[in-house]
């Protein structure tokens, strides 16, 4: 009789840890309702392009281009400050259009050139300050915005690596054909 008491007893029990395990599991199983914000419209705006397109040395165009991409790091600091993501985001967006904008355009320049690599240089020094503000500016922002904000970012390295890349061919470092010195 005691017996029969003790298995009932474990098997009503083992019988409400499978009903709560059932019960309970998809509770903790459940997505976060946090949705990746798609990505802002990547354009430069024509202001920018008419001044871009006006500018007569790459030096000059170079620095334009650095000058643009700080005022839309600038503001998209200040909308991050202000609570207005949407914001951020456009001017992300401007600026991820000039690094692809600028980097292209340098591309496609004759790199064995001492002034396109000079123009090139300067834009990745340039490059190099704005990681930290958009880390900052990852922080800011809400959780939603993190995918796009480390993608920009991972773009940004890439960039300063294109920026670099020509320097380091074997068509800009000139060899002596005698290498029995």
Known sequence: MIEQRIHRNVILALIS???SLVIVSP?????????AAPPPIKAVPKPEQDELASEPSLKDRTRTTLTLMDSHIAAAERLSNSKDPNGAFKELGMFEALVDDSVTFLEKKDTNNGKTLDALRKLEIGLRGFMPRLETIRRILPLNCDEYVRRLMGHLREARAKAVDPMFSDS???TNGNHDQ
């Open 17 to 19: 840890i499978c009903i």
């Open 27 to 35: 509770a903790y199983c459940q997505d976060d309702d946090t949705d």
């Open 172 to 174: 800009v470092v000139k």
